[in-house]
């Protein structure tokens, strides 16, 4: 059965007398990984960034049997609310109406025919393939699942969209990683630096980099890879080290926490803020060729200078003392331990720093991060010390 047949048996949007010019000229969006609940940081910003932007947007969420649209709430209304179809200001931009080009689908990477399904059904222009179990030390507890998910599921996307006959009519982001860099083989990392990834989850990044590029040079997909460095914000998940950190020093100047836990501290990353890098994913949509490109800020920081911060933004100063496992950050002014290390944190292989170069991005697409790290530490900081204030379970 040809692919066009196939498709044209699925039910869904009847574009395919559309020329393709027109099929191109529509803005409609497929994002994996908007999350429900506390995760899909990405997913949301990017959200907020195309329906801003004119698309059609659709999210594809996993069920879950304690649903929660925490990050998406603000953007997603219910069909019936008769808030979006009649915004208060009667403007079509009131980002109340927005909602109304805002539509969730359930589904899942692991599951091929659900993909076949809401892509026939939809007809996306651009796909954002940001579904991931993203976290590296759980990877190392689930290595299968992270493989099934992160390298198999990007291919299942990829075949969905040729089986559905829209492979000339795609554009399809890749979430890649600087994790693929690993062990580096130099400083700073770039487009062109060997990969030597060192958990679970960079190798099966690694599968769903090179099976990106090969869909691109076998049936000359427009699909791309954005390697992007860590990205944070106040969406970020609360079990990766800078939304732990700063929730800690939130609670702590709350009173409500005496102590953080974390592992190592000396490791040192390139950190950016989520904001601005979704603008670099749908920058390199908008291309004239599919290009892979590295996002980063270019600088480098400790977990332990993230810490020093974090804290300072609330008036106090860590100083450390100690060595190893045995180290302890006291508070310098009242002699309280505030940070120790818990081995259990320790990651059976670490990639110990990571630092990019993204003048590619900024010479090529004009791309380069507006927020630094100390504004990033500091809003982070801040909405979690309001978020405890109002006992928020959202952020
Ligand atoms: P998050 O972990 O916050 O979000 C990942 C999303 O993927 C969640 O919404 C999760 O849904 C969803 N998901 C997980 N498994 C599946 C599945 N089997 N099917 C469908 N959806 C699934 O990640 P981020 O937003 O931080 O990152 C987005 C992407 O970018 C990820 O692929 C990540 O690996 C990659 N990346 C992130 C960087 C960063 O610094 N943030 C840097 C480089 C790459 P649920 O809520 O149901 O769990
Ligand atoms: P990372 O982010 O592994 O870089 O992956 P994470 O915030 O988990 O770790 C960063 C560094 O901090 C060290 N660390 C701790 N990490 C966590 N999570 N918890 C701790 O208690 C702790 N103590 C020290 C880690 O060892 C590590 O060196 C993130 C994810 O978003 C990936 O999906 C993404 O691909 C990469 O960033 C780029």
Redo the contacts with the bound molecule.
């Keep these: 059965m040809s692919e066009n047949l196939i498709a044209s048996l699925l039910v869904g949007r009847n574009t395919s007398a559309m020329p393709i010019e027109e099929y191109k000229a529509r803005k409609v969006a497929l994002v994996?990984?908007?999350?429900?609940?506390?995760?899909?940081?990405?997913?949301?910003y990017l959200t907020e960034f195309l329906l801003e932007k004119g698309y059609e947007v659709h999210g594809?969420?996993?069920r879950?049997s304690s649903f929660n649209t925490g990050r998406i709430e603000h953007i997603y209304k219910d069909r019936h609310d008769q808030v979006f179809k009649h915004p208060p200001s009667g403007k079509t931009d009131d980002p109340l109406y927005l909602g109304v080009k805002f539509f969730l689908h359930h589904?899942?990477?692991?599951d091929s025919t659900c993909l076949v399904h809401i892509i026939s059904q939809i007809q996306p222009t651009e796909v954002y393939?940001?579904?991931?179990?993203?976290?590296v030390k759980v990877s190392f507890d689930m290595s299968e699942y992270t493989g099934?998910?992160?390298a198999l599921?990007t291919l299942r996307l990829l075949d969905a969209i040729r089986t559905c006959g829209l492979s000339d009519r795609v554009r399809f982001y890749q979430?890649?990683?600087?994790?693929l860099y690993g062990k580096v083989a130099e400083t700073p990392q770039k487009e062109t630096t060997p990969f030597y990834p060192r958990s679970p989850?960079g190798v099966a990044?690694l599968y769903a980099y090179w099976i990106t590029v090969n869909y691109r040079e076998s049936y000359d997909m427009f699909a791309c890879n954005?390697?992007?460095?860590?990205?944070?914000s106040p969406?970020?998940?609360r079990t990766?080290v800078t939304r732990k950190i700063t929730r800690a020093v939130a609670d702590i100047h709350l009173g409500r926490q005496d102590c953080l836990y974390l592992g190592n501290i000396d490791a040192k990353r390139d950190w950016g803020h989520?904001r601005d890098?979704v603008e670099g994913m749908w920058l390199m949509l908008q291309q004239e060729k599919p290009v892979d490109y590295v996002l980063a800020t270019g600088e480098t920081h400790t977990v332990r200078s993230f810490i020093e911060k974090a804290f300072r933004v609330t008036g106090r100063t860590i100083v450390w003392e100690g060595e190893g496992v045995n180290e302890i950050g006291k508070d310098s002014e009242t002699g309280k331990v505030r940070v120790r290390i818990d081995p259990k944190y320790f990651r059976p292989a670490e990639v110990e720093i990571l630092l990019g170069d993204p003048t590619k991005a900024n010479t090529e697409m004009g791309w380069k991060r507006k927020v630094t790290f100390d504004e990033l530490v500091t809003e982070m900081v801040v909405a979690d010390i309001e978020g405890g204030l109002n006992s928020s379970t959202l952020m």
């Design positions: 994996t990984g908007v999350g429900v609940g506390v995760t899909g940081q990405d997913g949301s594809i969420i996993r879950s589904g899942d990477l692991t393939n940001l579904a991931a179990q993203s976290h099934d998910v992160d599921g979430a890649s990683t600087s994790e989850y990044k954005g390697i992007l460095f860590n990205h944070e969406r970020r998940g990766f989520a890098y």
